[in-house]
């Protein structure tokens, strides 16, 4: 007799296997089926900020699920850790947004402005004030923003706890499996084909990253799914050199528990091409190196690439796809996605589960929405 899974989510990516563990956590029986590994796309590319504050200048829908989604993150690390054993590597020492220029200086103290209206911790430092606190930060900066509420994860471990956190509540995990149709019957989903086998489900989730694409001919509506390319560079420093995430115009620098540091990242759009280019090395390092010049005695360890998710509006599509009874779809999380796994997990469970859920985001986050004006 052939086996019924619940739901099939396609993608072990931190959204898919953030869906499929609060899925599996409520008694579904879930299959994730992965092209690669648990982790091989953006997701293990990711720097693994929860910039819910520092990733926004403007109010909208997506600005409310990123902080709702940063706040889950302590409890998140505590189940995941009882439930896999693995440490997401939480930290949560804030992130400093540096000013260069006397313009960069005075869009830092709008965003402190806009940060407060809407409840959030923001201050505007002076250079002294903010080399009181990191002191190998560069003298030559006009000034930072503090933001205490933001912090990070290690974006690999999330995904890699999500997958095996749903594993412990029953979920099966298959690997080098790549989806190459859907079955429909009908109308209706009844499960997906790959190379060698057909998985019967109920309900299938694409939640495919920048990929998801390759499944538009199953809906009617265009999603608009390309992919911004991202070098970044790791480098382990003699010493600890930096407490807390250092963001500035076009590069970051957050510092791993681990004692190594990620540079990123470039930002290209439609490209797709695994290279990482000599330029976009020596720019991020160049940057970098002027925020904390001692950087340049640091040891490189690797460079790599990954592919943000994008829309054509920013926002990512969490929803129904009406179409095919039973198709859901959650992707294009762009610059965000480790940030707003927790968060899109739970949403899209409810979702799934026909569970009442928010009309702003169910409207903000639809495949039918409007071209967004608020991001
Ligand atoms: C350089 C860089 C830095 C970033 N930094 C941050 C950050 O600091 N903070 C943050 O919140 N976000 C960050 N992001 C964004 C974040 O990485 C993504 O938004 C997030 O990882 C998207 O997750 P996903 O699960 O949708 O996609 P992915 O992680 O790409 O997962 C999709 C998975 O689907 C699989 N797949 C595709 N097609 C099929 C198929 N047909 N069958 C089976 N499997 C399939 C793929 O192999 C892949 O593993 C960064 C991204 C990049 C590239």
């Known amino acids: 007799m052939r086996k019924m899974y619940d739901q099939i989510v396609i993608g072990g990516g931190v959204i898919g296997c953030s869906i499929a563990y609060q899925l599996a956590k409520r008694g579904y029986q879930v299959l994730v089926l992965e092209k ?30 990123a902080r709702e989604s940063r706040q889950l993150y302590p409890q998140i690390e505590k189940e995941l850790f009882e439930y896999s054993g693995i ?11 540096m000013a260069l220029t006397e313009e960069q200086l005075n869009h830092l103290q709008q965003l402190a402005a806009f940060q407060k209206q809407f409840g959030e911790e923001a201050y505007v430092l002076t250079p002294d004030d903010m080399m009181a606190r990191e002191q190998k930060v560069s003298n030559q900066i006009k ?61 299938v989730v694409l939640a495919s990253g920048v990929w998801t694409k390759d499944f538009q001919r199953y809906f009617t509506k265009d999603t608009e799914m390309y992919p911004v390319k991202g070098e970044c560079i790791s480098v382990r420093p003699d010493q600890p050199l930096v407490e807390a ?4 115009e076009g590069c970051y620098i957050v510092p791993k528990k681990d004692g190594h540091m990620i540079i990123g990242a470039t930002s290209l759009p439609y490209q797709m091409d695994k290279k990482v280019s000599a330029g ?25 690439t990954g592919f943000r998710p994008q829309t054509k509006d920013e926002l990512p599509y969490l929803d129904k796809v009406d179409e095919v009874e039973g198709l859901f779809i959650a992707a294009g999380h762009y610059r965000n996605g480790i940030l707003l796994a927790p968060i899109t997990g739970l949403f899209m469970a409810d979702l799934i589960e026909g569970k009442a859920i928010s009309s702003v985001y169910q409207e903000a986050f639809s495949i039918k929405r409007k071209q967004n004006t608020y991001v």
């Open 87 to 97: 440490d997401i590597q939480l930290i949560q020492k804030g992130m400093y947004k």
């Open 36 to 65: 690669d590994s648990v982790a091989s796309g953006a997701s293990s590319a990711a720097a693994g900020m929860l910039g819910a504050q520092v990733e926004f200048t403007q109010d909208g829908p997506l600005f409310q699920f």
């Open 245 to 248: 995430t250092i963001f500035s």
């Open 280 to 304: 976009g090395i020596h720019s991020l390092l160049d940057k970098a190196m002027y925020l904390i010049p001692e950087i340049k005695d640091a040891e490189i360890e690797k460079v790599w």
């Open 143 to 203: 000034g930072a923003l503090h933001i205490p509420g933001d912090g990070q994860v290690s974006a690999i471990h999330v995904t890699k706890a999500f997958a095996k956190a749903a594993e412990s509540f029953g979920a099966e995990v298959k690997e080098n499996t790549s989806v190459e149709e859907l079955l429909i019957e009908n109308e209706k989903v009844s499960g997906v084909v790959t190379k060698s086998e057909t998985f019967y489900a109920e309900k």
